[in-house]
């Protein structure tokens, strides 16, 4: 029996979806963890950080992950039941300048073939993990190229990972909402 849930939540910057997130987890049942994938480069993302610590839990396990969470999938999901990642934005922010250099198209595919990896790692487990990430397609075309790859990037592992969860949630304006079971579905079109 498939006991794994896969939950994403996504939204603006400062739209409420972490708080949410934490909320959400924390009415689970069982051993929970946080993955934290935030690197910090300076004093505002270490206040950022600091906020987010002192609302979680103190019986919560917190990983921290900025890279290369494939490896970290054994030892978190033997110790978890629920699992809350904050945020794909951040890690993945972390996977392209990783792979600075990179051909676009390879950037794109190796993170989607990661995400997919640590997906299943999750449903295997029958752990439950909530994703946060940001919804970064509603602004203008950014001017720099590696932003407009970024944008594309997120983008990619959102509808990705909205397409293999369970649920999905949008917050706006720190009201969340349900989305996926309202989506509407169009008949295939065959040319």
Same mark, same amino acid.
């Given at each position: 029996?498939?006991?794994?849930?896969? *939950?994403?939540?996504?939204?603006?910057? /400062?739209?409420?979806?972490?708080?949410?997130?934490? /909320?959400?987890?924390?009415?689970?049942?069982?051993?929970?963890?946080?993955?934290?994938?935030?690197?910090?480069?300076?004093?505002?993302?270490?206040? /950022?950080?600091? *906020?987010?610590?002192?609302?979680?839990?103190?019986?919560?396990?917190?990983?921290?992950?900025? @890279?290369?969470?494939?490896?970290?999938?054994?030892?978190?999901?033997?110790?978890?039941?629920?699992?809350?990642?904050?945020?794909?934005?951040?890690?993945?922010?972390?996977?392209?300048?990783?792979?600075?250099?990179?051909?676009?198209?390879?950037?794109?595919?190796?993170?989607?073939?990661?995400?997919?990896?640590?997906?299943?790692?999750?449903?295997?487990?029958?752990?439950?993990?909530?994703?946060?990430?940001?919804?970064?397609?509603?602004?203008?075309?950014?001017?720099?190229?590696?932003?407009?790859?970024?944008?594309?990037? *997120?983008? @990619?592992?959102?509808?990705?990972?909205?397409?293999?969860?369970?649920?999905?949630?949008?917050?706006?304006?720190?009201?969340?909402?349900? *989305?996926?079971?309202?989506?509407?579905?169009?008949?295939?079109? @065959?040319?």
């Amino acid at each position: 029996m498939d006991t794994s849930k896969i *939950i994403l939540v996504t939204g603006g910057a /400062r739209s409420g979806k972490s708080a949410f997130a934490e /909320r959400y987890a924390a009415a689970l049942p069982g051993r929970h963890a946080y993955v934290a994938t935030a690197c910090i480069f300076d004093e505002e993302m270490a206040q /950022r950080v600091a *906020i987010h610590r002192q609302r979680r839990p103190a019986s919560w396990q917190t990983w921290e992950i900025p @890279k290369n969470l494939p490896a970290s999938m054994v030892p978190l999901c033997q110790t978890s039941d629920v699992v809350l990642v904050d945020c794909l934005t951040l890690y993945f922010s972390n996977y392209l300048f990783a792979h600075d250099g990179e051909d676009d198209e390879a950037i794109i595919d190796g993170a989607l073939a990661e995400l997919t990896a640590v997906m299943a790692a999750f449903r295997r487990a029958g752990v439950t993990v909530i994703f946060v990430t940001n919804e970064l397609g509603c602004g203008i075309v950014p001017m720099e190229h590696v932003s407009r790859l970024y944008r594309d990037l *997120i983008g @990619k592992i959102n509808q990705a990972a909205a397409a293999e969860a369970d649920e999905v949630y949008v917050s706006v304006c720190g009201i969340t909402t349900e *989305i996926k079971h309202q989506a509407v579905c169009l008949p295939e079109v @065959k040319l």
